[in-house]
């Protein structure tokens, strides 16, 4: 893979070399026309111009192909202070150089005969850095829009990835209620209904409540725990219903703050409880307790079970689409853990606010 990446940067700077040639002819052009001000010895002006283009050419180059992207580009301002100051040091004695090789060879060591713009390092030092500047201010343009891009890029994927998370989010929430549960109900309901049952209305109710919650509200990041808790109530209703009086449900809550949390935070662990809950005495057992101040939120609900119906870790999708839910929605905030003792199993959960 590094191999390809190479190739295809090679590829590019060729194909991009006829627009740098085209360039630095335009340079040298410019360095004829500019040095040519006042003087008629066109021998000088040709040749100090041609001498002083590969000089700024390395200069330019070492510029933006190296002290930029390694240096500039990451913050290392000492750094490239230092290796700027190098390379300033450096194209300075090269045109204190070519200064004098011209003024011996092509001047016969006469001054009248160099250009007047010729004769001072300072300002033919100060002209090649002005090109340098200028390609090297196109080049930082340059590493501006990439990373403007890369960035815009970079918040696009995230934006779609977290589109993506709750669209799932709200299918796995949508499938917390699972179709034999809703069946059980209906049945529970309909033999309510032929025995003309005074419970069948609010039954109809607490099951159009539930429904009404798990397809609507969980379109919202947050709701108050107040209807989260109105919800829960709402589905213990009817798992007494269910149940008929082989269930004992003990629901305890002390909140003393009205936080908001993600809808359906605490469903899939009262279904468990439910679902792999075993009557011990004739009774299947149900404790739960919710408590909330400002600083956390605890939870905690155990149900009675037997040997054989002791769950696994992690045992269910209900209670694994929680601890992904948790891991995104409070990352290194949040403790889940589960303890099984004889006759009970017990969850626990603490969100650190």
């Not at 030092?125 to 890029?153: D, E, M, P």
Request: aromatic share 16%; glycine share 2%.
């Amino acid at each position: 893979m590094h191999i390809c990446k190479m190739h295809k940067w090679v590829l590019r700077k060729i194909a991009l070399l006829p627009i740098h040639i085209v360039v630095w002819i335009l340079v040298w052009l410019f360095f004829i026309y500019f040095f040519s001000y006042g003087s008629d010895n066109e021998n000088f002006v040709y040749s100090f111009s041609t001498s002083l283009l590969p000089v700024t050419i390395a200069v330019t180059y070492t510029i933006i192909y190296f002290l930029i992207p390694e240096f500039l580009v990451k913050r290392l301002y000492l750094k490239f202070g230092v290796y700027l100051i190098y390379t300033m040091v450096c194209s300075l004695f090269f045109i204190i150089i070519i200064t004098f090789v011209n003024y011996i060879f092509i001047s016969d060591f006469d001054m009248n005969n160099m250009p007047l713009l010729t004769r001072n390092f300072l300002f033919v030092f100060i002209l090649v850095y002005l090109v340098a500047g200028l390609f090297s201010f196109v080049q930082l343009l340059r590493y501006n829009y990439k990373t403007v891009h890369h960035n815009t890029q970079l918040e696009k994927k995230i934006i779609q990835g977290q589109l993506q998370l709750k669209e799932k989010e709200l299918h796995l929430l949508k499938e917390q209620i699972h179709p034999h549960f809703l069946f059980n109900t209906l049945n529970t309901i309909y033999g309510a209904a032929l025995k003309k049952s005074e419970d069948t209305p609010d039954l109809i109710l607490k099951l159009s409540n539930l429904l009404d919650y798990t397809l609507n509200q969980i379109e919202k990041p947050k709701v108050a725990i107040t209807e989260e808790v109105s919800y829960l109530e709402s589905y213990i209703g009817l798992e007494r219903v269910r149940f008929k009086d082989s269930v004992r449900v003990y629901f305890d809550k002390q909140i003393e703050n009205d936080i908001h949390i993600p809808p359906m935070l605490f469903i899939a662990f009262i279904e468990n409880a439910f679902k792999h809950g075993a009557p011990v005495n004739g009774f299947l057992e149900v404790y739960i307790e919710l408590k909330v101040n400002n600083e956390k939120l605890w939870f905690q609900i155990k149900n009675s079970t037997t040997d054989q119906n002791i769950p696994k870790e992690n045992h269910g999708l209900g209670i694994e689409n929680s601890r992904k839910r948790l891991d995104a929605l409070y990352p290194s905030a949040y403790a889940l853990n589960t303890v099984s003792t004889e006759n009970w199993y017990t969850l626990n959960l603490e969100i650190f606010l």
